[in-house]
Every structure is written in structure tokens, then in C-alpha cells.
């Protein structure tokens, strides 16, 4: 069954530094992968999305992704924090229809 | 904007009411579904329905009962619900229930059952 790790529930960086959010996967096909990101009382927005074309995906807002195979990872990067990036982060895995797994999230606190 | 609306965006109700959620999505898409958000937990894939019929139903207890009239609607039926149910209900629409397809979301139905 495919299921997705989000390493650490908390992350906190400092303005204009580098964000890192890390992702690991288990699938036994050949998944497709997702960021979506979440403000307060907002709904999921996607960021980027991986579906076996290029494995660095570039998406919305400066972010950016790498599918690693070899170590079933996907972390999300951005080279500089902004302070609306706050918000919470969510990596997902699909690898049959119907049926997305959410991560628990990632809470990204950006402090001036 | 994503071009899917939820309504009421709270509700307070409670264990021994009826109440319903609804969501309508402008973007033509095909396939809709509800997800249930509780704090500390993953997202939970509720219901999914592709033109109009249920394709999936994750073992939801029968107090909470889907309806899709058309494409562009749903709703979420709710009945003496328990103190557990309070989450945030969210919505989701995509062209097709496909791997690679990507869902919109709403911006969800905060619910608390008293």
C-alpha cells in the first residue's frame, strides 16, 4: 500500500534562508507525487506535482521538488524564505485512481 | 480563488441534528470528493464520485451520507453525529479520479458537534 512520511512536523526558518521540507514515499507502482500547501482557514493549494516527466519539478512561488527514486524521497526546497510562506505543507502520493495519501503536514513558522 | 465554494464555512450543531454541507465547483471538472482534515491527523479521503456516481467510500460510518446531484454540486448529509466527527469537511473537485490528475480544493466547513 503506498503511504508518505513527512520527517519533521515543524519547521522554522529565519527570513531569506533556505527552506528544506522533507517528504519520503512508499509506493509499488509508479506514483505521482504533490505539494499542496495550506494558510489558515484556507483550503489545499497545489504547489508543484511529479508524474514520472522531469524529476525536478519547479512550481509556484519559487518552490521546487526532486523525485528521488533511489531514496523514494520528494523534499520540497525554496532558496529563500518569505514571510508568507507560513503556512502548513502537505506531501501526497497517488499511485492508483481514486486514492491520494496525505502526509501529516509540515507547519513552516518564517521569523523576521 | 480555486473555483470551488463550500458553504457554511462553520457549523455548530448538536448530536441529535440534521444538518448538511455543500460544495459547487466552477471549473467543469468531472470528479468531486470530501475529505475529513482533524487536527494531528492526515488528511482522510471520505467519498469520491466521478460523473455523478460513488467510486469510493472509505469505510465512512453512516451518519455521514453523500449526495451528487450533478457535476457541479455536492453535499454531505450529516445525522447525530458524535463529539469525534468535529473536523474540517473539505471538498475537492478534478477533471477525472485519476493518478495524476490534481484535486481543487475548497476552503472547507469547520465543523463542531457539541
Known amino acids: 500500500a503506498q503511504s508518505v512520511t513527512q520527517l519533521d512536523s515543524h519547521v522554522s526558518v529565519s527570513e531569506g534562508t533556505p527552506v528544506l521540507l522533507r517528504c519520503n514515499y512508499s509506493?509499488?507502482?509508479?506514483?505521482?507525487l504533490f505539494w499542496y500547501v495550506q494558510h489558515p482557514n484556507k483550503g489545499l493549494q497545489l504547489l508543484l506535482k511529479?508524474?514520472?516527466?522531469?524529476?525536478l519539478v519547479k512550481g509556484i512561488n519559487g518552490f521546487e521538488a526532486e523525485f528521488k527514486k533511489s531514496e523514494t524521497s520528494f523534499h520540497l526546497t525554496k532558496p529563500s524564505a518569505h514571510m508568507s510562506d507560513a503556512a502548513e505543507y502537505f506531501c501526497?502520493?497517488?499511485?492508483?485512481?481514486?486514492?491520494?495519501?496525505f502526509g501529516a503536514g509540515t507547519r513552516l513558522t518564517v521569523k523576521p | 480563488e480555486t473555483g470551488v465554494t463550500q458553504t457554511p464555512r462553520h457549523l455548530v450543531m448538536g448530536m441529535t441534528n440534521k444538518k448538511s454541507l455543500k460544495c459547487e465547483q466552477h471549473?467543469?471538472?468531472?470528479?468531486m470528493y470530501w475529505y475529513k482534515q482533524s487536527a494531528k491527523k492526515p488528511l482522510e479521503l471520505m467519498f469520491v464520485?466521478?460523473?455523478?456516481?460513488?467510486?469510493e467510500n472509505n469505510s465512512v460510518p453512516s451518519r455521514f451520507s453523500p449526495e451528487c446531484p450533478n457535476s457541479s454540486h455536492l453535499f454531505l448529509h450529516l445525522h447525530t453525529l458524535q463529539p469525534e466527527d468535529s473536523a474540517l469537511y473539505l471538498c475537492a473537485s478534478s477533471q477525472d479520479p485519476t493518478v495524476t490528475d490534481t484535486q481543487y480544493f475548497g476552503p472547507g466547513t469547520r465543523l463542531t458537534v457539541l
Open positions: 511529479y508524474t514520472s516527466a522531469a524529476t
Open positions: 464520485y466521478n460523473f455523478k456516481e460513488q467510486t
Open positions: 509506493s509499488s507502482y509508479s506514483p505521482s
Open positions: 471549473l467543469g471538472h468531472n470528479a
Open positions: 501526497v502520493v497517488s499511485d492508483r485512481n481514486n486514492d491520494m495519501r
